[in-house]
């Protein structure tokens, strides 16, 4: 989702160089900044149990996110110094495809992250599933999965792509984590022409 295509007050942050996209490019990593866009803000302790790592770990690789301005620390949240709080910077990543003229390096660097992108989203997906059984009937009807072949011209595939944008926007604008009855849900959408 580029920020254009994000609602009037969401924020991004593009991944716009090899060495921010290297800063996300790891598992963890990627699976430490979704938590905390949507748990913001949590200390290493706490992110550490909730994946079972160390805190040595887990610091090491809130250390790299920051760098990469992906988070920052959230000041304020205890008077205990020894503890450091963490949050999100931005509400979206902006991936995108390298362009014909990038380098080999910088295409290989976009590549690795956004395969593995999808392999912790595959992940996360695998997870869902998996503890649907604790879900009540009313939230497991509500969830889908949904794929299909189009046949499509190269200009039907950027409007189809752009109606799907516009789909998730509309949702993620009117989402509201404050809403007692509001859970965190996932509205995927990859739009590419089959190998």
């Known amino acids: ?10 924020s991004s942050i593009p991944l716009d160089s090899i060495t921010r996209m290297r800063a996300l490019a790891h598992p963890l990593r990627m699976k430490l900044l979704g938590e905390l866009r949507v748990t913001s803000p949590a200390t290493v302790g706490m992110l550490a149990a909730q994946f079972g790592e ?13 760098s990469g301005g992906f ?3 959230a000041e304020g949240e205890s008077d205990d110094r020894r503890e450091t709080w963490w949050r999100a910077s931005h509400e979206f990543t902006e991936f995108s495809h390298a362009s014909s003229e990038a380098t080999p390096e910088y295409r290989d660097a ?13 992940g ?5 599933i998996e503890r649907e059984h604790e879900l009540s009937a009313d939230w497991i009807d509500a969830v889908g999965f949904t794929d ?10 950027a409007e189809a792509r752009q109606e799907i944008d516009a789909v998730l ?12 009855e509001a859970e965190p849900v996932y509205l995927i959408s990859h739009a590419v022409r089959r190998p």
């Open 1 to 10: 989702m580029t920020a254009e295509d994000a609602s009037p007050q969401a």
């Open 54 to 66: 160390s805190a040595g770990s887990v610091s090491y690789h809130l250390k790299a996110l920051a």
């Open 71 to 73: 988070i920052e620390r």
């Open 110 to 122: 976009n590549n690795q992250l956004r395969h593995q992108a999808i392999d912790v989203m595959s």
């Open 124 to 128: 996360e997906l695998h997870l869902a």
């Open 148 to 157: 299909m072949v189009a046949f499509l011209s190269l200009s039907e595939l």
């Open 169 to 180: 926007t509309k949702w993620h604008a009117r989402s509201d984590r404050e809403r007692p």
